[in-house]
């Protein structure tokens, strides 16, 4: 499908919300900004869709557990999932409190500008990110929309700097989390499997512990953020879980191990006989890992729709009640069609154009099998249980991704002292490095020769430097790295100045 299809389909979807909108709410006053609200929050759904669900299924596309299309198929389906049956019924009109409402002075048009722009913004910003390969914190475009326009509405003064001072924080928590973790299972993995001489016989023991602590993470995972909107329907399900607006850590923790233990009860014994059949090989072990990745992909999207739709739909939401009320309200009921305008612009956005964005984590940075996608989506799990529990603030991309980069490092450090032919011809020139360094040191008062013995050196070392260069991007690619990271640093400010513009565009239309 070329890419003027997929921006005709793309904007047919737009155009389809714009004509619902319009079909169902006529009678509203202002419905020609809600219908341009309504198409804002589908093309931001669509570029979430596009860029921050590959995260959710790019290591497991890059290790061959799972094809795009089967990804795209699975994450589709359980984004929606999340969005519909766990996405909640009220948002917070102000994302993650970074104005103070009092900034519209009670006027709810300038309110519904501001978030309009916030929509856009945080998309444009999205839609860019996603062209240039580079995966980036949607909540942190919607955080930094929603402040360029309260900017401009009421000033400086009217931003809770402190969380925006949480919010940079999490530019480094989530990723070194995230990285650290990975490359902590990746080396439990490697240690305890791959560099024992009986490798199926370890893989027999240690396969199913790990995927039982993925299990309990996923759960814990899944009941504190997918569940927590509908955690008032589960309570009258069962009524002898402690009575609490949302799940707390305790009863999270329990469940996951309560499904810990079932899947290990359940997956020992298919582990044992599968080994049976198998190499005692590192490829032959990978394929023990290939179902707990497609099961961790779909988790993660369901998680995924049911906790981060809002940063699509909540603005959108936000704009329907101001309408609708022409009031600013703190929190905003979210009617079930903005709810569905969100699951299905991300579904619509991640198949249209989520396949770039799925390459580039799975396959660009750094080179996945199974284990090292498995470590990375446990990692997406456990990070985001434990900085939930801690008040860190965290972005679900920047840990995945950080949890690509971990593994990356950890391989090129394990492997410092390899023997692959790479690191033999390393070897090799530092040699000659060293013997040319010798040689300088030996040559006495010929200056002659010291001089060619300094021009031999610079040439030398010039080689090693080059090798060394080529074998760390075996391992991870700086390049991406460092255009990531910068997307990174660059998102919130971006989208806020965007978000800045289109405020006053639409303030001065009066639309």
């Known amino acids: 499908m070329n890419n003027l299809i997929k921006v005709i389909l793309g904007a047919g979807f737009a155009t389809a919300v714009a004509y619902f909108v319009h079909s169902s709410f006529g009678n509203l006053p202002h419905i020609e900004f809600l219908m341009i609200a309504g198409v804002f929050g589908a093309y931001m759904a669509m570029n979430i869709g596009a860029n921050d669900v590959a995260n959710n299924v790019g290591p497991a596309v890059g290790s061959g557990a799972i094809t795009i299309g089967g990804a795209i198929l699975i994450a589709s389906i359980f984004e929606a999932s999340g969005a519909l049956i766990a996405g909640g019924d009220v948002v917070s009109t102000i994302k993650k409190g970074i104005i103070d409402p009092v900034a519209f002075s ?8 501001a978030m309009a722009a916030a929509l856009l913004s945080a998309a444009l910003w999205l839609n860019l990110a996603t062209w240039l390969k580079a ?73 199913p512990i790990l995927v039982s602590i993925m299990a309990m993470a996923f759960i814990t995972y899944l009941t504190i953020k997918g569940l927590k909107h509908i955690w008032g329907d589960i309570l009258n399900i069962l009524p002898f879980l402690p009575e609490s607006k949302k799940p707390s850590i305790g009863v999270a923790l329990l469940f996951g191990a309560i499904g810990a233990v079932i899947t290990y009860i359940l997956i020992k014994p298919r582990i044992s006989k599968k080994v049976e059949s198998l190499k005692n090989d590192r490829v032959a072990i990978n394929t023990l890992f290939t179902i707990p990745l497609i099961f961790a992909a779909a988790m993660l999207s369901f998680a995924h729709g049911a906790n981060d739709v809002a940063n699509a739909v909540g603005p959108l939401a936000a704009i329907y009640d101001a309408i609708a009320h022409t009031t600013i309200s703190a929190k905003a009921s979210i009617p079930l069609w903005v709810m569905v305008v969100g699951g299905l612009g991300i579904s619509v956005g991640l198949a249209l154009f989520g396949p770039r964005l799925i390459k580039t984590v799975g396959s660009e940075i750094t080179e996945l099998d199974q284990m090292r996608a498995f470590s990375i989506m446990m990692a997406a799990a456990i990070t985001v249980v434990i900085a939930s529990q801690l008040g860190l603030p965290v972005s679900s991309t920047h840990i995945a991704v950080g949890g690509v980069f971990g593994v990356g490092f950890l391989r ?43 021009e031999q050196l610079k040439i030398e070392k010039k080689s090693a430097k080059k090798i060394k260069k080529e074998l760390r991007e075996n391992y991870v690619k700086r390049g991406m790295v460092k255009k990531i990271i910068l997307a990174w640093i660059i998102t919130v400010p971006v989208a806020a100045m965007l978000s800045a513009f289109v405020f006053y565009i639409l303030k001065g239309m009066g639309v």
């Open 412 to 454: 090129e450090w394990l492997d410092r002292k390899g023997t692959n032919e790479k690191h033999q011809e390393l070897n090799a020139q530092l040699a000659i490095v060293d013997k040319v360094k010798n040689d300088l040191a030996n040559v006495g008062d010929n200056y002659k020769r010291k001089v060619e013995l300094m």
């Open 106 to 113: 009670g006027d709810p048009m300038m309110f519904v500008y």
């Open 135 to 207: 995966p980036v914190s949607t909540t942190h475009s919607i955080v930094g929309g929603v402040m360029g326009a309260g900017i401009a509405a009421g000033g400086f003064a009217i931003v809770s700097w402190g969380t925006m001072g949480k919010i940079v924080a999490s530019w480094i928590i989530s990723p070194l989390l995230g990285g650290l973790i990975a490359a902590g299972f990746l080396y439990i993995i490697k240690s305890e499997i791959l560099h024992k001489e009986n490798r199926l016989e370890s893989a027999k023991k240690v396969v």
